[in-house]
């Protein structure tokens, strides 16, 4: 017994000493492997693709101050993690790029260097300095990542990407914006009133991009134009409804986002003015040659992909702004493949029109559950009686969608005339044009078309933080995503969209929202019935009494029949909000059975089953050591 017990100690100790130097030399391997199922640790095919692209040397510069005392472990661990990547971007540029790193010390050459590069110091809780951005340079081009967020981890390698395709590029597209909005953000127009910022968006965009906000009085859009983004076009003139025509027509790439509701629009000084806000867009005259439907006073909704939002008096699911995961985007299509959580605020109904011969692909749809409200309900209804009154239709909605084909113009008898200023008998000669007249486009050519405008917005599509006291903006889903993805699909930089589109983290529990949409839809057609009940109720009473007023009576004795109409009523309604409290009970109930299941299954199927592979293992040892004892 002795000795089979010391050949068990020995066996542990062996088994525990391997452990450890496994462990030791696996540490010191230069070898790693990606088991993440997005791939976050793997340089993707986009990345290469623009390292392999670079004609000349490309040096990165690396600050990080290392031998800082205050540094806490995650900053560390997340430093080797940068320095990591940036060597392996190194590795694969065939020897185009350079990588130095540098401890700034206080008071040191480096520290001068990384402050002059534009590179911030963070200060730690202790009051030491942190410096951790990198800068990289080409020739004469230059673009800083001033710090390193741990929070935009699965952004790194896409902001690197980033930085080493701006500066590699000699010319960069040109993107025109024609909008009514203020995205560049600047003075505002009300004394005393915050000035707007720009938006996130916008400031993506110039990053690789020469962005160019195009004056409303435009009459021409040069073909040097990469892309045009056409955003809120509200009561645009026939002079710019016909630019945009001729562009397109010959050939140029264009997208257009209208809205039925833009709250974006709000923060506009117009319509701070005590005025009716004019929110609604669309280009009902370009729309009806390029074949789509879309209702400017019509909003649509879907209790399919409701999000949840705080009512006042409790949390429901709201219809009307809709979060979509990857099963509701055209995963095939490189604008909204590998998205996986896109949110539309209010959004209107885009649909083929049925004269049209042109190719319409939906890029965003919604279910057979959807339905429209008009756009004014969004404004005195609330919430939750907007979603009793949104009745599925049957009909087919996107959000977001591609059309293409060789299109006419919208315009058959040539650039529309001058409009007459005040005081003149007609208009001003107009300035001739560079571009001749075309009544049909040459080429085939695309425009992808959004029925959202807030999407986009700051306050939808990103999140601003401090960290440091550093400003952070990261996204708050990939809105941002699907925006710049189709800017750059239109204008050719897709290297920059398969990074940015990938390494998405969320994992919905799609059974338990099932769960939660079908148990609101149920509580809400409880509740529908029960206001039409209280409806009828009053009207009676209504009629009654106004009968009662028009004979002159100063009170109103109820009959009989109706105070038992009114009593039994009453016993309805208490009954119906028992149901009620029973519908939220066994909501609550299934989903807390569900997340408990979950949660035991995560804590104990894998133990489970290395449990159950070395027990077969142990007998098998077992049974091996007793035929070898027979024998």
């Keep these: 017994m002795s000795r089979n017990w010391s050949y068990s100690s020995l066996s542990v100790l062996l088994l525990f000493v391997c452990l450890i130097a496994i462990n030791v030399v696996v540490y010191y ?94 200060t730690l809780p202790q009051g030491s300095r942190l410096y951790f951005g990198a800068v990289v340079l080409m020739l004469d081009q230059e673009m800083t990542l001033p710090f390193f967020d741990p929070r935009r981890e699965r952004f790194l390698e896409y902001d690197l990407s980033q930085a080493i395709f701006r500066v590699s590029q000699t010319q960069r597209s040109k993107i025109g914006i024609l909008s009514t909005l203020n995205l560049s953000g600047g003075r505002g127009m009300i004394p005393g009133q915050r000035p707007p910022e720009k938006w996130a968006f916008m400031g993506e965009m110039e990053k690789t991009m020469e962005v160019v906000n195009l004056p409303l009085d435009t009459e021409e859009i040069s073909d040097d134009t990469s892309l045009l983004l056409v955003m809120h076009p509200k009561e645009f003139k026939d002079s710019l409804l016909y630019a945009i025509d001729q562009y397109v027509l010959r050939g140029g790439k264009t997208i257009v986002m209208v809205d039925p509701n833009g709250r974006a629009d709000l923060a506009s000084p117009m319509n701070q003015m005590g005025r009716q806000p004019q929110i609604a867009s669309s280009m009902p005259k370009l729309f009806q040659k390029w074949g789509v439907d879309y209702d400017i006073s019509k909003v649509t909704g879907d209790p399919s992909f409701g999000t949840p939002v705080n009512t006042g008096s409790g949390v429901m699911r709201f219809p009307m702004w809709m979060s979509f995961n990857a099963q509701a985007l055209d995963q095939s299509h490189p604008v909204t493949s590998q998205l996986e959580n896109v949110l539309f605020v209010e959004a209107g109904a885009l649909s083929k029109a049925n004269d049209s011969s042109h190719e319409f692909t939906p890029l965003l749809s919604l279910s057979d559950q959807s339905g429209i409200l008009d756009a004014f309900m969004l404004r005195f209804v609330q919430p939750d009686q907007i979603s009793r009154d949104l009745k599925p239709d049957n009909q087919s909605k996107s959000l977001v969608a591609r059309v293409s084909g060789k299109f006419e113009t919208a315009f058959p008898e040539g650039r529309p005339p001058a409009e007459k200023k005040e005081g003149e008998e007609q208009g001003e000669a107009p300035k001739p044009l560079k571009y001749q007249h075309l009544n049909q486009a040459k080429e085939a050519t695309s425009i992808i078309i959004f029925s959202d405008i807030d999407f986009i917005s700051d306050d939808f599509s990103v999140q601003k933080m401090n960290f440091l006291g550093q400003r952070i903006i990261q996204p708050a889903n990939d809105n941002l995503n699907l925006m710049l993805n189709a800017v750059e699909h239109l204008s050719g930089n897709e290297a920059l969209m398969s990074i940015r589109s990938r390494g998405q983290s969320s994992r919905p529990f799609t059974r338990l929202q099932a769960m939660q949409v079908k148990a609101q839809m149920k509580f809400q057609d409880e509740e529908s019935r029960l206001q039409d009940t209280l409806k009828a109720v009053q009207k009676q009473l209504d009629n009654l009494l106004e009968s009662a ?48 299941m979950l949660t035991v299954l995560n804590m104990l199927a894998v133990p489970f089953i290395i449990g159950i592979i070395g027990f077969f293992f142990y007998r098998s040892r077992m049974l091996a050591r007793s035929n070898q004892g027979t024998s």
């Excluded at 009523?569 to 109930?589: A, G, I």
Aim: charged share 35%; no cysteine.
């Design 29 to 122: 391997l230069p070898m790693r492997a990606d088991m993440t199922a997005e791939k976050l640790y793997t340089i993707s095919d986009g990345s290469r693709s623009i390292l392999s692209e670079l004609k000349d040397p490309l040096r990165i510069k690396y600050y990080f101050s290392s031998s800082s005392e205050d540094l806490p472990p995650y900053l560390k661990n997340y430093a080797e993690r940068v320095r990591e990547v940036l060597q392996e971007y190194e590795n694969l540029s065939s020897g185009n790029i350079t990588l130095e790193i540098f401890d700034p010390k206080p008071d040191t050459e480096e520290e001068e260097w990384a402050e002059r590069y534009g590179i911030k110091a963070a």
């Design 549 to 596: 007023g028009k004979k002159g009576e100063s009170e109103v004795i109820l009959p009989p029949e109706m105070q038992a109409e009114i009593k039994r009523f009453r016993s309805e309604e208490r009954q119906t909000r028992k149901k009620l409290r029973e519908v939220r009970k066994v909501l609550r109930q299934d989903i807390e059975s569900l997340g408990t």
